[in-house]
Structures are given as C-alpha cells and as structure tokens.
C-alpha cells in the first residue's frame, strides 16, 4: 500500500527540516492529509514507525489532520464541508457539482529538540 | 531545548521535482506524455492496442510499460511495432517520476511525439505519483462496479480523460452508466469521456482523436500545462 512510500517520503522531508533546525531529534511530526488519499490512520502509523527506524524521527510521535472534502453546490455555488460523498447543500439541498480539496499531502509542523548550546553559540 | 517549527511542505515534493525535470524534457523535444492509470485487468493495455494502431500513421509513439513483474504487456504493445520499454517495479504498487526518467534512456524520446505510460495495475496508489505527464487518462471498467468513481477518487481527479472499459459486457450486468458518469463528473468536470469496448473498437477513435490533438497541440508550442482546461479544448 501507499502508506509505507507515504511515511518514507514524509521521514525524508522531516529529516532534512530538522536537520536544517540544527535538531539533534524530532519529537513530532504532524502531516495534513486529505480525503482523497485514501490513508489509513493505524497503517501510516505503522509505516512511519517502520520508515523512521535509525533516524532524526525514529522516536517521534506522528500527528495525522484531516483535511476534509469540499463540495461547490450545483444550485447556488456555495462551498460546503462533505462528510459524505452524497452531501447535499445545507442552504439550497442541492448536491455538489465539483469537488474542492481533500488531496493534501503536507508536512505542517515538527517539534524538535536542539542542543542548548545552538541556541547561545556564545556560550558554547 | 525543545522548539516548535511551522512548516508547510509537500510530501512528495521530491517526487514532484523528478516530475517537474521530466516534464521539462518533453516540453523542450516537443513530446506529449499521457499516464494511463487504472486497476489490474482494467483493460490498460487492450485499449491501447486498440488505439495505437490508428495513432502510428500521424504520430511517432513510444510507450512505457509499468508492471510488478513480467514483460507480458511490452511484448502485446511491441508486436504492434511500437517502441516499448519495460518498467519492472519488482512489486512496487506503483511507478515514481524517477522510474520513468531512468526508462527514458530506453526510448527515442528525441524522435517522439507521444509517450505514453501505462501505469501498474491499482486503481489507489500510483495516482498519488506524478510523473511528468501532460495528461492522465483513467481507465474504468464496467465490470469493477459502478460504485468505483468514489472508492478511487483520486484516480479521477487529476484526470484530463475517463475511458469506461468494456463497455460491451454491460448487457450482462447490473449497472447505471449514468451513475457513474455522474460521479466521474464531479470530481472531474473538465475530462474527456470515453465509453469503450476494445474487441469492437467501440468509443477507440474518439479517444484516438483525443490523443491526436493533445500530442499536436503539445508539439507546436512546447509548453503545454498539466491543467484540466488543456483537455477539453
Ligand atoms: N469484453 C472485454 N474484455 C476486455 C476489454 N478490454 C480488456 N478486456 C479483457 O480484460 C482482461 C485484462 O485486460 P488488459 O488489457 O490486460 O488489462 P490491464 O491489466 O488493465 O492492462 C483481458 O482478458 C482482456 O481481454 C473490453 O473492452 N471488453
Ligand atoms: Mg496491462
Ligand atoms: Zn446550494
């Protein structure tokens, strides 16, 4: 499945962020996946713990967000939240005619730990 | 000292970026690339030697064969006398845009119209992956179900064109064409749609017709974009 590539790619890119921070570990990660993605929450999970081993983030805790489906309604546009493929417009009942979001796939935040002599080089 | 640190990255930036690289080859040789994206047994690869045959007049046609395992499908592609490369994703569930820039080595992509890419059989994964291509057709068959559009969304959403597969079994099946099409709509409103039958060439010309123009349009000014508006020209 999609989730291993996923957590590979996602370890990747966290890595590089936190090396950039000057982190010597990553204590979490949080991502921004979309509907679409059709990602399993317990398999990412897996996939991240097994992607991570023997890096920055093999102790990080994975944060998933959702991000949801929008839907613009055939009958007076408005933009609605989807909770359901067969939504319909809250205002006019109509459904949607063009889907909007849900295809995210985005690293949003880490949190690091950096050694305390980085943060006051002239103390060091 | 523990810091928090905003971010806002693409996950498969990295795949984007070989994406980006590819796409930029083609567009400076003039070559439309197409994706053909669709579950196992879909009808990938009878479609396109269903088309291909009436592209090889007009055209200069290479394609790229993803498969897990097995050169069965290049070898159905090369008896037609098309250049083909296989690409072996030794189990891999999908191809990446590093795939094919290796493949590439394997075409004349300098005397190349159109490349098109048959993408491993699985109607989840490889729509995730970019991989430098100009269009994506999504392939469908009538026997996976018409409840598929919202089980594959993705599969669609990117896509310029649909082609329904099989089209010919639906006198033994239960199933709402208008259903399907409806949804295939909504998640994307601008593709092409092509209801197809390989064994009679049903709904082929069309399609043959739709990756004509493309691969014409491409070649002339060099930078076609990746955007839905491109196809329904
Ligand atoms: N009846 C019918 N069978 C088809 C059609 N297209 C493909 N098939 C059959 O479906 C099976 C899988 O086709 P194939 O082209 O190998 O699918 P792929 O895995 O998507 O490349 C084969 O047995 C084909 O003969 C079609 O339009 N009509
Ligand atoms: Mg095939
Ligand atoms: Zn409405």
Redesign the interface.
């Known amino acids: 499945?999609?989730e291993l590539?996923?957590a590979r790619?996602?370890v990747?890119?966290a890595g590089d962020?936190a090396r950039r921070?000057g982190?010597a570990r990553v204590?979490r990660v949080r991502?921004r996946i979309g509907l679409?993605?059709?990602v399993d929450d317990l398999l990412m999970r897996e996939a991240f713990g097994l992607a991570a081993r023997r890096t920055l983030c093999e102790t990080a805790e994975l944060e998933i967000e959702h991000a949801p489906l929008r839907?613009r309604c055939g009958g007076c546009g408005r933009v609605f939240a989807m909770v359901d493929?067969h939504a319909t417009c809250p205002v006019c009942h109509t459904?949607?005619?063009?889907?909007l979001g849900?295809?995210e796939?985005?690293?949003?935040?880490?949190?690091?730990?950096?050694?305390?002599d980085?943060?006051h080089p002239d103390c060091a | 000292m523990i810091r928090t640190i905003p971010i806002v990255r693409k996950l498969l930036a990295r795949n984007e970026h070989a994406a980006s690289e590819n796409r930029a080859r083609f567009g400076a040789l003039g070559v439309t690339c197409v994706n053909v994206l669709g579950g196992a047994g879909c009808g990938k690869t009878a479609l396109l030697e269903a088309v291909l045959p009436r592209l090889t007049a007009e055209r200069r046609v290479a394609v790229l064969e993803g498969d897990l395992a097995t050169t069965r499908d290049a070898e159905r592609i090369a008896a037609l006398g098309v250049p083909t490369a296989q690409l072996l994703t030794d189990g891999g569930c999908h191809l990446t845009a590093t795939h094919v820039q290796h493949a590439l080595e394997r075409v004349p992509l300098d005397a190349l119209d159109l490349l098109i890419i048959e993408n491993v059989g699985n109607p989840i994964c490889p729509a995730n992956f970019d991989l430098g291509e100009h269009a994506r057709l999504a392939v469908l068959s009538v026997a996976e179900g018409e409840d598929k559009p919202v089980k594959y969304p993705l599969l669609f959403k990117d896509a310029q064109a649909v082609a329904i597969s099989k089209c010919d079994l639906l006198p033994h099946l239960r199933y709402d064409l208008r259903r399907t099409l409806a949804d295939i709509r909504r998640l994307c409103p601008d593709a092409a749609i092509f209801t197809t039958a390989a064994p009679s060439g049903a709904g082929v010309e069309p399609l043959a017709e739709w990756l004509r123009r493309l691969s014409a349009a491409a070649s002339a000014p060099h930078n076609i974009s990746r955007s839905p508006a491109t196809a329904s020209r």
Do not use: K, N, Y
Not at chain 1, 95 to 99: D, F, G, N, Q, T
């Open positions: 499945m999609h590539s996923l790619h996602l990747e890119i962020e921070a982190a204590r991502c679409l993605r059709q839907g493929w459904e949607a005619e063009r889907l849900g295809d796939l985005d690293l949003v935040q880490l949190e690091v730990e950096t050694p305390d980085q943060d």
